[in-house]
Nanobody, 114 residues
Framework: QVQLVESGGGVVQPGGSLRLSCAVSGTMFRFYGMVWYRQAPGKQRELVASITSARLSNYPDSVKGRFTISRDNDKNTVYLQMNSLEPEDTAVYYC????????WGQGTQVTVSS
């Protein structure tokens, strides 16, 4: 059974940075594309970053140039480096497999506030 454990969230001031981690267990992680989503209260889940098994990444315009996704296949972990954070980035952040999600983890809360 695949397990996803997100961590690294917290409270940060506008303009600050956070690095999220997602540890994946129970599967051959290196073969899959991975994505980070976020969901703010009252809003739909939004994809914020994706990375293929070949480490090709993609971002929506809302985070492009501020967020960077990466992966460490030896550690079965995918990361999301978030810089220049804005209050609009406040949400619960989740990771999952691209295209065919596994069961969701608990997510990690990111709050951007002065």
């Amino acid at each position: 059974q695949v397990q996803l454990v997100e961590s690294g969230g917290g409270v940060v001031q506008p303009g600050g940075s956070l690095r999220l981690s997602c540890a994946v267990s129970g599967t051959m992680f290196r073969f899959y594309g991975m994505v980070w989503y976020r969901q703010a209260p009252g809003k739909q889940r939004e994809l914020v970053a994706s990375i293929t098994s070949a480490r090709l990444s993609n971002y929506p315009d809302s985070v492009k140039g501020r967020f960077t996704i990466s992966r460490d296949n030896d550690k079965n972990t995918v990361y999301l480096q978030m810089n220049s954070l804005e209050p609009e980035d406040t949400a619960v952040y989740y990771c999952n497999r691209a295209g065919a999600p596994w069961s969701w983890g608990q997510g990690t809360q990111v709050t951007v506030s002065s």
